[in-house]
């Protein structure tokens, strides 16, 4: 299956304007045995064409990576995804990491091969996906990494959610929580005209 997405893209900030045009690809394979999907999406591949002064900058390109499966005689869909994958490097070391050791001696936080790698990773799992009502449970490895506050269980990092489906129209609802002093809801209508 192939897909894409067009957009045209407005910005406003005070006296100053900007516009670009951007394109979404998506690539799934569906391996039917298995129920198994394999993607890979561009993202904002495109361009800005006037920019806010004389400099064009350059849009958010990425590129994903996943895979979802419905498992056999268990009503549990999980999700793989690999996010960012046009740049390796993702992490950060974070300053207010940094280890004092008795003498007055300061380490900065160590980023690895596998920090960097978790970083890339999102796991998800779907009770019941193909009913009239499923629930939805995610994680972002990275948003609860460079997200999380020091010695405080904050759920940084962790999304949830369920749908709803009437006939046609199916109503779903999703919470993330990036932080102590952030999260968000997102409301969703999806109408099947088959």
Do not use: C
């Amino acid at each position: 299956h192939v897909g894409g997405n067009l957009k045209i893209i407005s910005s406003n900030l005070e006296s100053y304007s900007s516009y670009g045009v951007a394109l979404d690809i998506g690539l799934m394979y569906v391996y039917e045995d298995w129920d198994l999907h394999i993607t890979a999406v561009g993202r904002n591949i495109g361009t800005q064409i006037k920019p806010y002064d004389t400099q064009l900058e350059k849009l958010p390109f990425e590129i994903i990576f996943g895979m979802s499966q419905t498992l056999q005689n268990i009503p549990i869909r999980w999700h793989f995804t690999m996010e960012n994958m046009q740049r390796w490097n993702v992490a950060f070391e974070n300053p207010n990491r940094a280890a004092t050791d008795l003498e007055g001696n300061s380490t900065g936080e160590k980023i690895t091969f596998i920090d960097n790698a978790f970083r890339h990773m999102i796991l998800g799992i779907e009770i019941f996906p193909e009913s009239g009502f499923n629930l939805r449970l995610g994680y972002n490895l990275r948003r609860a990494e460079e997200l999380r506050i020091v010695e405080k269980r904050a759920f940084a990092g962790l999304s949830a959610g369920f749908s709803i489906r009437f006939n046609y129209l199916r109503l779903s609802y999703s919470y993330s929580k990036f932080s102590t002093a952030a999260s968000s809801s997102y409301f969703g209508i999806n109408i099947n005209f088959q």
